[in-house]
């Protein structure tokens, strides 16, 4: 079974720093692609960040130069580093990763931050981020 576990929200005054985790357990992928996505309440939830197996990154534009998303060294650990946050920042952060059935470097660069591309089984809990001006 499918399981993604996020950590690292907090709250923090705005300029300041957050990094968070996102460990996967239950699946082996060979093309797939991850994202980082966030929600408000009354909100949609929206694409932040995300990879894909061919290693191509896509930012939103509303984070690009503050947001860093990685993949760590043990399997299916991901990472965003989130740099001189602003209170718009605030919101729910979810992870997810699907598989996908043609390689990642056939689709469409922002492809993988559409949250609609990502099955309901695909998702983490969410890690709350507070940013207080």
């Known amino acids: 079974q499918v399981r993604l576990v996020e950590s690292g929200g907090g709250s923090v005054q705005s300029g300041g720093s957050l990094r968070l985790s996102c460990v996967g357990s239950?699946?082996?992928?060979?093309?797939?692609?991850m994202g980082w996505f966030r929600q408000v309440p009354g909100k949609e939830r929206e694409g932040v960040a995300s990879?894909?197996?061919?290693?191509?990154?896509t930012y939103a534009d509303s984070v690009k130069g503050r947001f860093t998303i990685s993949q760590g060294n043990a399997k299916n650990t991901y990472y965003l580093q989130m740099n001189n946050l602003k209170p718009e920042d605030t919101a729910m952060y979810y992870c997810?990763?699907?598989?996908?059935?043609?390689?990642?470097?056939?689709?469409?660069?922002?492809?993988?931050?559409?949250?609609?591309?990502?099955?309901?089984?695909?998702w983490g809990t969410g890690t709350k981020v507070t940013v207080s001006s």
């Open positions: 997810a990763v699907v598989p996908l059935g043609v390689a990642s470097g056939t689709l469409n660069r922002d492809y993988c931050l559409r949250p609609a591309n990502y099955g309901e089984g695909d």
């Open positions: 239950g699946y082996t992928y060979f093309s797939y692609c």
């Open positions: 990879l894909d197996s061919d290693s191509r990154i």
